[in-house]
């Protein structure tokens, strides 16, 4: 490097430090691009800047990797640590080709390699990206080129706040050595890769640039489908072609998405002190996965779960910050108000209406609007529960939205389309008062502005909030596995519904609900509501408390649910502390020490918490009610009864375990509750241990109001097998309800007519249910039998009770 090089470097570095803001993308860059700082790193840059240099260095500084000015020494010899794959601008053009001296480097470092053997150096591509404008269809500039002087100096001044330093995966110069030579030419082919890596990049960060507003209507217009819709339209209703197409224009309107940089770039300041102010920390994990995805230009569509309002908010939040443009929103139409529905519009909210039922023309125009933004590349963003769950379970998958994102694809679109699963999770959701209120009776209220500002008055610290990124479904792999002539079906003018659409999307959408469970996040709050809603009088000493969160801690380390899910890394005495902090729960204190407990009206609000993550002990917790009620009996019995019971619990609660791997699965269950003695083995027989049946047997009640409610339905079947469909859901619903009241039982979900809808579905899929829906006798009576014996006595004889006053009601009926 040249003395005036340095110079000026030193000089750009006061400005540089007092204008320019890095955001710095992963923020951890050695796990998650497994960097070994122990071996050789270089930065590839896509252009000659000595601002783009000078920004790198300060956030490589903040991040503890090397200083890309600091030079890098091989046996004896010193070279830079940066390399450009092309120049700058100059006054005689721009200059694209790799520039010698990168040449030389490239080929020096190579031949290093081919010297020594133990050598590997890591090239690490560093993008330096100043605002993340998409700018305009009509503007066709490239989407990353190189700015001159002046240009980089009003950038800076405009977007120095707003700067991302991106760092990508290192490429191993050993494996290149090793596998594509050390001459020249292996420096210009790294050079043309990393030129589409870096403009890849830069379209993950900013999107595909906006069309004008009237300009896309008028394409959607022009749509074959739309065009054949507005006429057969107007032939039927015996009206002007206008007249429709007018009404055509009006939908668009009132569906299409208005997305303003600006309002997402002062969006993220003011998320980021919300944030600040609502939440002790935002917790993210597995968004790698995503930021390459992107980065492989993959059309991506964000499928999260829905707990509230602020979800919307918080994802579009949490990809603005990992270096993604924010998606496009489906948003109910119920949001569209003043002022909300107008910023959401410009956040990148597209409104849907509740139902298309009958109207051609607006489901058309919705559908063709959706094929144009996947046409364009633009991420989209639905929440498949069709609303808030109420309950904090994950609801079943409305699937339209799905229906037509397939529809999309037989439209022929030139990428891959993939499924990003999104568990989103809160230690206070703000509307779990207004859900439980809703759930008893209470009419829910229109969304409006004094709903907003009651909202923002209660606004206080709300704890942790979790996003986690599920496994990813690439659906074009998913369509050649289950459809391997889909593709036959691909019509580039109007979408198609082939037969085989309505139970691909269907399997689809079971698969997509089990990936965002299987992203679970669990935490202090919900644990702890796990544990004292087990508890007989929802309270416990505060020392049983953390015992029995140490047995969940150590269930959910050593047996993972899946790769995806969370488990906090603090021990079970600072979750109690930070749960009670919360203060959800009753501490009161006496002679022997504390007690932990919960009210009525805190119970009911807890069942939201525990919901949340009761999917990841329904395993060990049934298999623990089966050791408890039987006391003792071999492992093989234990895993015949769980594989009975299991396909109702993967229904309801999404399970991942499929029937092939069900096996090992409780062997490893049952194994870590001998290994926390919870159960003694002796050979094949599993025992109760009587110095730990405390642990054991909140485990247990954890999913017993489940087994009380599949008892309810089961019993009721035994004894009328020619009961109707329609009756035994009803019928069923109102035993649970009268259950729920005698027992004092308050998660509202126990008598939800949806759960027992769910049942007697799966109870006609698993065999149990004739092609009438009668029941089959012995599998019927077998099922009630197991289940009699996993429900208390006392339940048992409320049960049978209620069954005879209603046999006694009809009785006097038919004698009447």
């Given at each position: 490097m040249s003395?005036?090089?340095?110079i000026?470097?030193?000089?750009?570095?006061l400005?540089?430090?007092?204008?320019?803001k890095?955001?710095?993308i992963?923020s951890?860059?050695?796990a998650?691009?497994?960097?070994?700082l122990?071996?050789?790193?270089?930065y590839i840059?896509?252009f000659r800047?000595n601002?783009?240099?000078?920004?790198?260095?300060?956030?490589?500084?903040?991040?503890?990797?090397?200083?890309?000015l600091?030079?890098?020494?091989l046996?004896?010899q010193?070279f830079?640590?940066?390399?450009?794959?092309s120049d700058?601008?100059?006054?005689?053009?721009d200059?694209t080709?790799?520039?010698q001296e990168?040449?030389?480097?490239?080929?020096?470092?190579?031949?290093?390699?081919?010297?020594d053997?133990?050598l590997?150096?890591q090239?690490?591509?560093?993008s330096?990206?100043w605002?993340?404008?998409p700018?305009?269809?009509?503007?066709?500039?490239?989407v990353?080129?190189?700015?001159?002087?002046?240009?980089?100096?009003f950038?800076?001044?405009?977007?120095?706040?707003?700067?991302?330093?991106?760092?990508?995966?290192a490429?191993?110069l050993?494996?290149?050595?090793?596998?594509?030579?050390?001459?020249?030419?292996?420096?210009?082919?790294?050079?043309r890769?990393a030129?589409?890596h870096?403009s890849?990049?830069?379209?993950?960060?900013?999107?595909p640039?906006?069309?004008?507003r009237q300009v896309?209507?008028n394409?959607?217009?022009?749509?074959?489908?739309?065009?054949?819709?507005?006429?057969e339209?107007?032939?039927?209703r015996?009206?002007p072609?206008?007249?429709?197409?007018?009404e055509?224009?009006?939908m668009?309107e009132?569906?299409?998405?208005?997305?303003?940089?600006?309002?997402?770039?002062r969006?993220?300041?003011f998320?980021?002190?919300?944030?600040?102010?609502l939440?002790?920390?935002l917790?993210i994990?597995n968004a790698?996965?995503?930021?390459?995805?992107?980065?492989?230009?993959?059309?991506?569509?964000y499928v999260?779960?829905?707990?509230?309002?602020?979800?919307y908010?918080?994802l579009s939040y949490?990809?603005?910050?990992?270096g993604?443009v924010?998606?496009?929103?489906a948003?109910g139409?119920?949001?569209?108000f003043?002022?909300?529905?107008p910023?959401f519009?410009r956040?990148g909210a597209?409104?849907?209406?509740?139902?298309?039922k009958?109207?051609?023309?607006?489901?058309?125009?919705?559908?063709?609007?959706?094929?144009?933004?996947?046409?364009?590349?633009?991420?989209?963003?639905?929440?498949?529960?069709?609303?808030?769950?109420?309950?904090?379970?994950?609801?079943?998958?409305?699937?339209g939205?799905?229906s037509m994102?397939?529809?999309?694809?037989?439209?022929?679109?030139?990428?891959?389309v993939?499924?990003?699963p999104?568990?989103?999770?809160y230690?206070?959701v703000?509307e779990?008062a207004?859900?439980?209120k809703?759930?008893?009776?209470k009419?829910?209220?229109?969304?409006?502005?004094?709903?907003?500002?009651?909202?923002?008055?209660?606004?206080?610290?709300?704890g942790?909030?979790?996003v986690n990124?599920g496994?990813?479904?690439?659906?074009?792999?998913?369509?050649?596995?289950?459809v391997p002539?889909?593709?036959k079906?691909?019509d580039p003018?109007?979408?198609?519904?082939?037969?085989?659409?309505?139970?691909?999307?269907n399997?689809?959408?079971?698969?997509m609900m089990?990936?965002i469970?299987?992203?679970a996040?669990t935490?202090?709050l919900?644990?702890?509501?796990v544990?004292l809603?087990?508890a007989?009088?929802?309270?416990?000493?505060?020392e049983?408390?953390?015992q029995?969160?140490d047995?969940?801690?150590?269930?959910?380390?050593?047996?993972?649910?899946s790769?995806?899910f969370?488990?906090?890394d603090e021990?079970a005495?600072?979750?109690?502390?930070?749960?009670?902090?919360?203060?959800?729960f009753?501490?009161?204190?006496?002679?022997?020490?504390?007690?932990?407990?919960?009210?009525?009206?805190q119970?009911?609000?807890?069942t939201?918490y525990?919901?949340?993550?009761i999917h990841?002990?329904?395993?060990?917790?049934?298999?623990?009610?089966i050791?408890?009620h039987h006391q003792e009996?071999?492992?093989?019995?234990?895993?015949e009864q769980?594989?009975r019971?299991y396909?109702f619990?993967?229904a309801?609660?999404?399970?991942?375990?499929?029937k092939?791997e069900?096996?090992?699965?409780i062997?490893?269950?049952?194994?870590?509750l001998?290994?926390?003695?919870?159960?003694l083995?002796?050979?094949d027989?599993?025992?109760l241990?009587?110095?730990r049946?405390?642990?054991?047997?909140?485990?247990a009640?954890?999913?017993?109001?489940?087994?009380?409610?599949?008892?309810?339905a089961l019993?009721l079947?035994?004894?009328?097998?020619?009961l109707?469909?329609?009756?035994?859901e009803q019928?069923?619903?109102?035993?649970?309800?009268?259950?729920?009241?005698?027992?004092?039982?308050n998660?509202p979900e126990?008598f939800?007519?949806?759960?027992?809808?769910t049942?007697v579905k799966t109870?006609?899929?698993?065999?149990y249910?004739?092609e009438?829906c009668h029941a089959v006798s012995?599998?019927v009576e077998?099922?009630?039998?197991?289940l009699?014996?996993?429900?208390?006595?006392?339940?048992?004889?409320?049960?049978?009770?209620?069954?005879?006053?209603?046999d006694?009601g009809?009785?006097s009926e038919?004698?009447a």
């Open positions: 003395s005036w090089q340095k000026y470097q030193k000089i750009l570095d400005p540089l430090s007092l204008l320019v890095t955001h710095s992963p951890d860059p050695v998650d691009l497994d960097l070994d122990e071996r050789p790193i270089v840059l896509p800047s601002t783009d240099l000078m920004t790198l260095r300060s956030s490589t500084q903040r991040l503890g990797l090397p200083d890309p600091s030079p890098l020494e046996n004896g010193q830079v640590r940066y390399v450009y794959i700058g601008p100059s006054v005689f053009g200059k080709e790799l520039p990168s040449i030389d480097l490239f080929t020096a470092l190579l031949e290093h390699h081919k010297q053997s133990e590997d150096i090239v690490v591509p560093a330096i990206l605002g993340r404008k700018g305009k269809e009509e503007n066709h500039r490239p990353l080129r190189p700015l001159n002087g002046p240009e980089k100096f950038t800076i001044l405009g977007h120095g706040r707003d700067c991302m330093v991106r760092l990508s995966p490429v191993s050993r494996y290149m050595a090793d596998h594509h030579g050390t001459d020249d030419s292996i420096a210009n082919k790294l050079a890769v030129r589409i870096f890849r990049q830069q379209l993950a960060a900013s999107g640039k906006l069309p004008d896309l209507f394409r959607l217009l022009n749509s074959k489908a739309i065009e054949k819709v507005v006429a339209e107007a032939a039927s015996d009206v072609i206008e007249k429709v197409r007018k055509a224009v009006d668009m009132e569906i299409a998405a208005d997305f303003s940089y600006s309002l997402i770039k969006g993220d300041r998320l980021g002190w919300l944030w600040n102010k939440y002790q920390g917790n994990h790698k996965q995503v930021r390459k995805l992107a980065q492989d230009g993959h059309e991506i569509v999260p779960c829905h707990r509230s309002h602020m979800d908010l918080l949490v990809l603005y910050q990992e993604l924010p998606p496009h929103i948003a139409i119920n949001l569209n003043f002022p909300a529905g910023i519009r956040g597209f409104f849907i209406r509740r139902s298309f009958g109207n051609r023309l607006y489901s058309t125009v919705f559908r063709e609007y959706l094929a144009e933004l996947f046409a364009k590349g633009y991420s989209v963003e639905y929440f498949s529960e069709g609303g808030r769950s109420r309950t904090g379970r994950l609801l079943p998958a409305k699937t939205m799905l994102t397939i529809q999309a694809m037989l439209r022929g679109l030139n990428r891959p993939t499924l990003v999104v568990y989103i999770g230690e206070h703000m779990v207004t859900y439980a809703e759930l008893r009776g009419r829910k209220e229109k969304e409006n502005v004094g709903q907003v500002i009651r909202t923002l008055r209660k606004l206080r610290n709300l942790q909030g979790y990124f496994e990813p479904i690439p659906l074009n792999h998913y369509l050649n596995e289950h002539e889909w593709h079906d691909i003018i109007e979408p198609q519904r082939p037969q085989w659409l309505n139970p691909v999307v399997d689809l959408a079971v698969k089990t990936h469970n299987d992203a996040a935490n202090a919900t644990l702890c509501g544990a809603l087990a007989r009088q929802r309270a416990l000493s505060r049983d408390l953390e029995q969160i047995c969940y801690l150590q269930l959910l380390r050593n047996v993972p649910y790769q995806q969370t488990v906090p021990d005495k600072a979750m109690v502390k930070h749960a009670i902090d919360m203060d959800k009753v501490v009161e204190r006496d002679s022997l020490g504390e007690m932990v407990s919960l009210n009525r009206q119970a009911i609000l807890m939201y525990r919901n949340n993550i990841l002990f329904a395993m060990p917790s049934l298999i623990a009610n050791v408890i009996l071999a492992v093989g019995e234990i895993v769980v594989r019971l396909p619990l993967q309801e609660l999404f399970l991942r375990y499929n092939d069900l096996d090992s699965v062997e490893a269950q049952v194994d870590e001998v290994r926390q003695r919870l159960v083995r002796d050979g027989q599993i025992t241990n009587s110095a049946i405390g642990p054991l047997h909140l485990l009640r954890t999913i017993s109001e489940t087994l009380q409610r599949y008892a309810i019993t079947l035994n004894s009328e097998p020619q109707m469909k329609s009756d035994l019928q069923s619903q109102m035993m649970a309800q009268r259950l729920s009241r005698l027992h004092g039982i998660a126990f939800d007519k949806g759960v027992f809808a049942l109870l006609r899929s698993e065999g249910l004739n009438e012995q599998p077998q099922l009630a039998e197991q009699a014996a996993l429900v208390s006595p006392e339940v048992k004889l409320t049960i049978q009770a209620v069954m005879n006053r209603e006694r009809d009785e038919t004698g």
